[in-house]
Every structure is written in structure tokens, then in C-alpha cells.
């Protein structure tokens, strides 16, 4: 079964670098699209971005040049990193494989975020 | 950007009865809407892809239907277990974008 787990602080200060794991056990992430979407307070949902197989990225525009997503394909691990994040960057944060770019299928448990100092 | 609006916001009923939620695209989108439910301190979950495509696991309660603009998730006689937040995302559009949700609770 595909399994996803999301690691990271839960406390980040204003201006500084949001960085989070996701764990995927069950599947290679050298196999389809593997995502990162935010949930705000209020219950909006935001699509963050995403790394496919190959290691190619999209991202939302919104996050301009904020957002970067990597991975290390010997762990079976991607990464999220959002640099000068701000009080509006508060949210949980879920990593999901996004079949083919299509739907998100198989999500993480998600991670809560603060930005405050 | 394509803009999903979702109806109601909240939607008041009690156990037994039958409900439809909608999703309204600001553009044309074939069936390319995907259906999730989320329950409080979960994740979301996926119920229906591409309009009205089962998933497997999911009850057959929960049907979807549409294309183009309009798409409905319809609950066959709603359960305890089905209060919760429901969202849809589209992926016709390499923006990919969440409806704002609506919320099934008990009346």
C-alpha cells in the first residue's frame, strides 16, 4: 500500500525558510507525480506543486520563486521549501501522489505550520 | 485561473436523507473534476475521479455526474460517518484548483 508521511517543524519565524519531508513507502517515487497542497485556516485548499518522475517540477504561480521542491530518490523522499515565508504561509501541510497530474490519490497525514515569531 | 465555486457553503441534514452538492467551473472542463471529503482532523480522500469515476473502497452511496461546468457529488442517503467537508479539484487546467468546499453537517 502507498504510505506518505510528512516531517518538519511546526513552528517557523517570519522571513525565514519552511522545509518539509515527505516519506513514501509502498511505491517509487521514480514512478508518477508526487505533490505538496496546504490547507489554510478557513479551509481553503492551495496546489503547491509538484515533482514528477523524472524530476521535473511545476509550480503555482502565486508562489513565484518562493517554492522549490527536490527529492532524493535513494531514500524515496521529496522535499518542500518555501523561503521568507510570512504569517499567511500558516497552514497544515500535505504531501499526496498526484496521479499522472490528474487527482490526488494517496495523501499524508499532514503537518501544521505556524509562522509566528 | 479556473475558478471552482462550490453550493451550498453548508448544507444542514439529518441522517437518511439524499443530497446533492455542486460544483460550478468558470470554464469549460470536460470531466477533468475530482471529488474529496474530508473529515475533521483527517486527510482528504479521495471519492470520485473525472466526474463520475468510482474509486475503490468508497461506498456506492456517493455518486458523481457533469461535464463542461456543472458537476454534482450526490450522497445516497447520508450517514453519520459522512459529516464533513467536501471539495473539488480540477485538473483540466495545468493550475490545478480547489472548489472552497462545502460542509455537511447535522441539522
Known amino acids: 500500500e502507498v504510505q506518505l508521511q510528512e516531517s518538519g517543524p511546526g513552528l517557523v519565524k517570519p522571513s525565514q525558510s519552511l522545509s518539509l519531508t515527505c516519506s513514501v513507502t509502498g511505491y517509487s517515487i521514480t514512478s508518477n507525480y508526487w505533490g505538496w497542497i496546504r490547507k489554510f485556516p478557513g479551509n481553503k485548499m492551495e496546489w503547491m506543486g509538484y515533482?514528477?518522475?523524472?524530476?521535473?517540477?511545476s509550480y503555482n504561480p502565486s508562489l513565484k520563486s518562493r517554492i522549490s521542491i527536490t527529492r532524493d530518490t535513494s531514500k524515496n523522499q521529496f522535499f518542500l521549501q518555501l523561503n521568507s515565508v510570512t504569517t499567511e504561509d500558516t497552514a497544515t501541510y500535505y504531501c499526496?501522489?498526484?496521479?499522472?497530474?490528474?487527482?490526488?490519490?494517496?495523501w499524508g497525514q499532514g503537518v501544521m505550520v505556524t509562522v509566528s515569531s | 485561473n479556473i475558478v471552482l465555486t462550490q453550493s451550498p457553503a453548508t448544507l444542514s441534514v439529518t441522517p437518511g436523507e439524499s443530497v446533492s452538492l455542486s460544483c460550478r467551473a468558470s470554464?469549460?472542463?470536460?470531466?477533468?473534476i475530482h471529488w474529496y471529503q474530508q473529515k475533521s482532523n483527517e486527510s482528504p480522500r479521495l471519492l470520485i475521479k473525472?466526474?463520475?469515476q468510482s474509486i475503490s473502497g468508497i461506498p456506492s452511496r456517493f455518486s458523481g455526474s457533469g461535464s463542461g461546468t456543472d458537476f454534482t457529488l450526490s450522497i445516497n442517503r447520508v450517514e453519520s460517518e459522512d459529516f464533513s467537508i467536501y471539495y473539488c479539484q480540477q485538473s483540466y487546467s495545468s493550475l490545478y484548483t480547489f472548489g472552497a468546499g462545502t460542509k455537511l453537517e447535522l441539522k
Open positions: 499526496a501522489r498526484y496521479y499522472y497530474s490528474s487527482y490526488f490519490d494517496y
Open positions: 473525472y466526474a463520475s
Open positions: 515533482i514528477s518522475y523524472s524530476g521535473s517540477t
Open positions: 470554464q469549460s472542463i470536460s470531466t477533468s
